[in-house]
């Protein structure tokens, strides 16, 4: 008899946004004639940059030939996307970080998961709340966690509360933990954390040999000159931290699928001998046996990110994605709700109105103003009576959906 994987069944109901759309789908059957504008998913809608399809399509073309021909590529990624990424990314800031130290991905939602390979399973793990779900979800998962308990909460994991009440800060555990993920610009409040704060964050994890996962998905946003955007721009953030990042905001590469994650050499875990180990080695033979690499192409792609006219094409989108977050804060202040977020990322976090929670809001913009967002407490506990709104879209459906919110 074939068993399945019994923590699978310690998730609730769905995911958040496959029961989005599930209840998206309901109405839509229910009302054809209803012009759905989507602000929930945190996807792109404007197209890929120039710089990206003219290096794309010329390493489609160099496919064709012998002499241009690639087939497995290096499982890390190929140096010269690596060499830019370090050189760009990390070393123009500061950071001591190499190419070597770069795995490129398909994605820093599959590696925020698959690191979870290389890291034992009686870690102690700390997350916020609210919180990108996958964190969560991929340690229930992997039998790491207990059951729910009646506020979504899971049984081994530490909570840590980020509302208004606190600035949106994620406060230093009381106690000791292990593993702490950390997601700045936050997905989904938006909030950012100051170099202090990251210090703090670092100091806590070196003092209780902790490892953070910071997820910096969202750095390309930062407006603010003065806020950090790595994890390394911290001394000593290279003996305690693991950076993920990813193509798909900044450059719109969603559909496209690239990211990278850095894992410095030197940067250690303990086995269960006590016996001191580099996390880079595991990490490699990780992707050495389970991934075959991103394409040749998509990579030529995430290269031309970096040229001249690929900078100048992806600020633009940026700031493009930032217009329709201002545009959304101003709407829903205009209309008298509290508003968060939005100046430092492309997500806006709002208070849900007085008596109404967060489904129950979800459900009022849908059928009333055809507009899709995403309930807070589908991110945690500390979520409910709180709404995310997604910047990425047209300017026409943003201003249009804000005109329906507005009217409610």
């Known amino acids: 008899m074939v068993q399945v994987n019994g923590n699978y069944l310690k998730l609730k109901a769905g995911y958040l ?24 998913i945190g996807d792109v809608t404007e197209p890929l940059p120039e710089a990206c399809r003219t290096a794309m399509k010329a390493a489609v073309d160099a496919m064709g030939t012998r002499e241009g021909f690639h087939g497995y590529g290096p499982e890390q990624g190929y140096l010269w996307l690596r060499e830019k990424i370090a050189a760009t990314d990390f070393q123009a800031r500061g950071c001591a970080i190499t190419a070597e130290e770069i795995f490129v991905s398909d994605g ?64 230093i555990p009381t106690g000791q933990v292990d593993l702490i993920y950390l997601c700045f610009p936050n997905n989904p409040t938006g909030a950012v954390a100051t170099r202090e704060q990251l210090r703090a964050w670092v100091d806590y994890a070196r003092a209780n040999e902790a490892l953070i996962l910071f997820d910096a998905a969202y750095e390309a946003f930062i407006q603010d000159p ?71 192409i998509v990579q030529r792609g995430a290269e031309a990110v970096y040229s001249p006219e690929g900078q100048a094409q992806v600020k633009a989108l940026i700031d493009f994605y930032m217009e329709n977050a201002a545009i959304i804060r101003q709407e829903l202040s205009a209309a008298g709700l509290q508003v968060y977020g939005g100046e430092q990322a492309p997500y806006v976090w709002l208070k ?20 899709v967002g995403t309930p807070g407490s589908g991110f945690g506990a500390a979520g409910e009576g709180y709404f995310r709104l997604s910047a990425f879209n047209s300017r026409a459906n943003v201003e249009e959906a804000m005109r329906r919110v507005r009217a409610l």
């Open 17 to 40: 946004f496959p029961e989005i759309a599930r209840r998206v789908k309901a109405f839509s059957e229910a009302n054809p004639e209803a012009a759905i504008i989507r602000l929930g």
């Open 108 to 171: 820093s939602k599959c590696d925020s998961s698959n690191i979870l390979d290389i890291l034992g399973e009686g870690n102690r793990i700390a997350v916020t709340d609210p919180v990108y779900p996958v964190y969560v979800d991929s340690n229930v998962m992997a039998g790491r966690t207990g059951d729910a308990d009646a506020a979504g909460q899971y049984g081994g994991l530490t909570y840590l509360p980020i509302t208004a009440e606190n600035g949106f800060t994620a406060q």
């Open 352 to 371: 849900t109105p007085e008596g109404v929670d967060s489904w129950g809001f979800f459900d009022r913009l849908l059928s009333q103003a055809h507009v």
């Open 226 to 296: 003065e806020l950090p955007h790595s994890i390394y721009e911290i001394e000593g953030a290279r003996e305690c931290a693991i950076e993920f990042r990813s193509f798909s905001k900044n450059a719109g590469f969603t559909g496209t699928r690239c990211a990278l994650t850095v894992v410095p050499r030197g940067l250690m875990g303990t086995a269960a001998n006590g016996e001191k180990v580099e996390l880079w080695g595991l990490w490699n033979r990780r992707q050495c046996t389970k991934f075959n690499g991103v394409s040749y």
